[in-house]
Nanobody, 123 residues
Framework: QVQLVESGGGLVQAGGSLRLSCAAS????????MGWFRQAPGKVREFVAA????????YYTDSVKGRFTISRDNAKNTVYLQMNSLKPEDTAVYYC????????????????WGQGTQVTVSS
């Protein structure tokens, strides 16, 4: 059983930056693909980014390409999401997720989830 704890959310003005962190415990971190999802009020939870087990490949939804960067430190059991040039439409609760299989964008195929961290971008 993998436990995931996100941190780093907050309130930021449009154009600003935040870095989210997700600390994992209870499993072999390097055995999991790691991902970030987000859910805005009244909307479905959507895929944001994912990184392969070794960190060699990354994947992003089109709306964040060039602005967000996902990375991982397997020695620290932590995955990060660096978010730059933030926009009001990035406002959401951001969730960290783990998957022992491959990279998938379907939220239903991810096994473990954190509790989420709120990101609010003001205009």
């Amino acid at each position: 059983q993998v436990q995931l704890v996100e941190s780093g959310g907050g309130l930021v003005q449009a154009g600003g930056s935040l870095r989210l962190s997700c600390a994992a415990s209870g499993g072999t971190f390097s055995a999991y693909v790691m991902g970030w999802f987000r859910q805005a009020p009244g909307k479905v939870r959507e895929f944001v980014a994912a990184i392969t087990k070794s960190g060699g490949n990354t994947y992003y939804t089109d709306s964040v390409k060039g602005r967000f960067t996902i990375s991982r430190d397997n020695a620290k059991n932590t995955v990060y999401l660096q978010m730059n040039s933030l926009k009001p439409e990035d406002t959401a609760v951001y969730y960290c997720a783990a998957n022992p299989g491959g990279v998938v964008t379907n939220r239903r195929l991810w096994d473990y989830w954190g509790q989420g961290t709120q990101v609010t971008v003001s205009s």
